[in-house]
């Protein structure tokens, strides 16, 4: 009896020692759904062509359906569980149930997520604003379009997203103020 009760301590205090590194481990990140990599280029190639049609001369007509693509995106991609989904507290209103939950790290992700559709909500009230005839503010819509690629960089570090292949647009160059010779 003696013999069993100092093997099973020696059987559990092998087995606790290893177990305790491994608790104290850091946890692995976790796996991102295979779809996510494809919509992150999708939202690259809707943003390429934003800013091309909106710089150096807005063309309003071509970006309002962008606008649209845009936030479909979006929401894409909380439904594949690439980014999560903001809680939702207006009563009455079913929340759209994720074909896979978001595993990532919600803290980071989630307010860059709701900075993501302040932006291209901001960006279509512009673009929106001026379909009446007016072209939009270059200038206004420059800021708009920086904030808004800003916001896709702090997504794909902070929500863990893959780069897309050839990365995010740039804005052009402005054009040079004329000079008078």
């Known amino acids: 009896m003696k013999k069993t009760i100092t093997a099973l ?3 559990a205090a092998l087995f606790t020692a290893s177990t305790v590194p491994a608790a104290s481990a850091a946890p692995a990140a976790p796996e991102l759904p295979a779809a996510c990599a494809g919509l992150v280029t999708d939202l690259a190639g809707k943003l390429t062509k ?10 309003v007509g071509a970006v309002t ?3 649209g693509d845009l936030l479909g995106l979006v929401t894409a991609m909380q439904s594949s569980g690439c980014l999560p989904t903001p809680p939702v507290s207006v009563p009455g209103v079913p929340i759209p149930k ?15 997520v709701l900075n993501l559709i302040a932006s291209i909500a901001g960006l279509g009230g512009t673009v929106l604003g001026a379909a009446g005839g007016a072209l939009p503010d270059v200038g206004k819509l420059t800021g708009l379009l920086t904030t808004l690629l800003k916001t896709v960089t702090d997504l794909l570090s902070k929500c863990g997203l893959p780069a897309p292949p050839g990365g995010l647009p ?3 160059g402005l054009p040079l103020p004329i000079q008078n010779s």
Not at 98 to 112: F, I, R, S
């Open 9 to 11: 301590s020696l059987v």
């Open 50 to 59: 934003t800013v091309s049609s909106l710089l150096p001369l807005p063309n």
């Open 65 to 67: 359906p962008l606008v």
């Open 98 to 112: 994720a074909a896979v939950e978001y595993a990532g790290p919600v803290d980071q992700c989630l307010p860059v």
């Open 170 to 172: 740039a804005l052009p």
